[in-house]
């Protein structure tokens, strides 16, 4: 409703200086205005610094492989050969986008992760993309299959990039941030060749899901499907150019280890022989030893395996391991649930008997580091359901009697601190 007396001629926007009827709309607060076309334009310029990603036009703005191992290592315990080799294949992969050679041309360097289920594989591939503020998608291999069957087409793994690279403005710009992003695709052992020998029947979640993802890992112009799922003739297509995607492919590889101790072992048969025994080896040490040839006798084609030049082994996680993954990396779970705590005004400690059960289940358990948030939850849980309504409690701290006896954690009112002290 209008004031009394008030005269609205007057009013102008505070930021392009015009009066109301020059503008759509003006919107008059205390101390100021601004029209409609100032709202929008503010709108854009947001947007833009919102979506924009690293930009890579110079040398000096790729961070070196020592910056990306640092900060690498803020979140990933130990794994430091593995942390290195993708440093330094990052770095190189984003140096040879920026630098244009008319003399050598560079070949693109996606990267083969190895290791046990929760090792940081995920979390290593996750982590270079926030470093280098690229679009990041994840996919898992054992959904893909050869395009005419069942299950989702390769391209679906670009939809997935693409989703993430949305510049909210145009479709353009979406697809020219995906073109500089990361893909990490899982599971990639579990799409290995069925058989030694080759088969008359189809293998198309293994040897054919391989083939049909030779060309993008290579560099192409896919034909995605925007709102995924098959393709088919009617359909309109976005294309990207894979050619300076980064793709990382990660596995457990099982049973991979014995295929690297047979090759070793019949190479160092003879004279010369180290006796050293191969069984005495641990399985990281042993996986650290894997050649090409290894990978294709698992059941990878020749092909795929060229396309992944650059591999990286990670180590299983030991107790002290996980125990240092609890507490030291920046998002630290620890340091997570006591952030929680903290917003109810409660200290929450772990002793390190806690800590030393918690890793110790999780290692009993056979998943690694993924293991380690589903045990503080079930301990965590009835306690964390009662302390919002605690007005009293000023410190709680989780025990080994915890862990182990599923004892609830001690909790110490603010009277008994204040006697305490």
Partial sequence: MARIGYDRTGERCSLCGKSRDQVRKLLVGVYGGICLDCVELCNEIIRGEANQSLDFSSMGSIPKPKEIYRILSQYVV??????R???VAVYNHFKRINVQMTDVELQKSNIMLIGPTGSGKTLLAQTLAKILNVPFAIADA?????????GEDVENILLKLLQAADTGDSLQN???NAQRGIVYIDEIDKITRKSDNPSITRDVSGEGVQQALLKILEGTVASVPPQGGRKHPQQEYVHIDTSNVLFICGGAFEGLD????????????GFRADIKSKKDLGVGEILAQVMPEDLLKYGLIPEFVGRLPVVATLNALDQ???????????????????????????????TEGALSEIAKEALGRGMGARALRAIIEEVMLNIMYEIPSLKDVKKCIVTE???LNKKEPTLVTLSEVKQAS
């Avoid at 054992?142 to 069942?150: D, H, K, M, P, R």
């Avoid at 998002?331 to 917003?343: E, H, S, T």
Wanted: charged share 25%.
């Fill in 85 to 87: 080799s993708l440093s």
């Fill in 320 to 350: 002290d391991a996980l125990v240092q993954i609890l507490t030291q990396p920046k998002n630290a779970l620890v340091k997570q649930y006591q952030k929680f705590f903290d917003y109810d005004g409660v200290d929450l400690v772990f």
């Fill in 142 to 150: 054992t959904s893909l299959t050869e395009a005419g069957y069942v």
């Fill in 401 to 403: 009697e915890t862990i």
């Fill in 174 to 176: 979406t697809v020219k």
């Fill in 78 to 83: 130990g794994q430091e050969k593995a942390k």
């Fill in 258 to 269: 014995e295929i690297i101790r047979h090759r070793v072992s019949d190479n160092n048969m």
